[in-house]
């Protein structure tokens, strides 16, 4: 097969716990690029979080916020925002139930709380650095929400026919969960991406280990489920790779031939 797009999800992907990135991981996106192939980042973080990353890998394209925004390098191609009345909703159903959230905009990352202890907890192990309480005024400029101190058996309390909540893929953190629109979501990025780039699905491979990259996953020709990836998630992917601390992404292009 002849391919000509990779995209890679970061957290549990390209980075490993620790926040630092296997040699085997650089070098595998090195040879991946030496053959002309565009590579993506493709992740639920918001894009103002990983420009340190994708400049560390020479990767200049991107989906961020699940999905909701993303880039051909200077080019623009989805910009969702969340509707105000999900907003309302969530800030709502969130202060009854305990819970804190964060939401994104295209440069900063706003929160409920900033003294919660499961606010500093999540700060931390992503290393967030564009931090500040939410305000109304940006109601209309959310890209993403993550919501915080939420039980299993609440994430049905965010939930639609259109929304579903993805469990943050990160021990220690499975209290926290994404909010997943049908609308907007990874797997409509690549699509449009795709169309863009004249890039059939089977001429593209994508990488993950969450159920926030179902869709992605679902969406191109060749996949990879990280070893290390949510249980649900394998059945999504056509391959299952060795985990993010094992040089998953590595051995996965290995066994397509990509990398030696």
Do not use: C
Not at 131 to 142: A, L, M, P, T, Y
């Amino acid at each position: 097969m002849n391919y000509k797009i990779l995209f890679l999800d970061i957290d549990g992907t390209i980075l490993r716990a620790d926040h630092t990135i296997e040699a085997s991981t650089k070098d595998a996106i090195h040879q991946v690029k030496e053959k002309g192939i565009e590579i993506f980042i493709a992740t639920g973080r918001p894009l103002h979080e990983v420009y340190d990353i994708a400049e560390a890998l020479h990767i200049g394209s991107f989906i961020g916020y699940n999905g909701a925004l993303a880039k051909y390098q200077d080019k623009e191609i989805v910009n969702e925002t969340i509707d105000s009345s999900t907003i309302h909703d969530y800030l709502a159903t969130a202060k009854k139930h305990g819970h804190e959230m964060v939401l994104y905009t295209s440069s900063k990352n706003t929160f409920t709380s900033m003294d919660a202890p499961v606010v500093k907890e999540f700060i931390n192990y992503f290393d967030l650095k564009e931090n500040e309480w939410f305000r109304s005024d940006v109601i209309n400029d959310i890209l993403g929400i993550t919501i915080m101190n939420v039980k299993e058996n609440e994430a049905s309390l965010y939930e639609t026919e259109d929304i579903y909540l993805s469990q943050v893929n990160v021990e220690g953190l499975k209290h926290s969960y994404d909010v997943i629109q049908n609308r907007v979501n990874k797997g409509r990025a690549v699509n449009a991406i795709l169309k863009l780039l004249q890039i059939h699905p089977d001429e593209a491979i994508a990488f993950g280990d969450g159920m926030n990259d179902k869709e992605m996953l679902q969406n191109v020709g060749e996949s990879f489920a990280m070893g290390n990836g949510h249980p649900d998630l394998f059945q999504y992917a056509k391959r299952r790779t060795s985990s993010v601390m094992d040089s998953g992404i590595f051995n996965g292009l290995k066994s397509i031939g990509l990398v030696k």
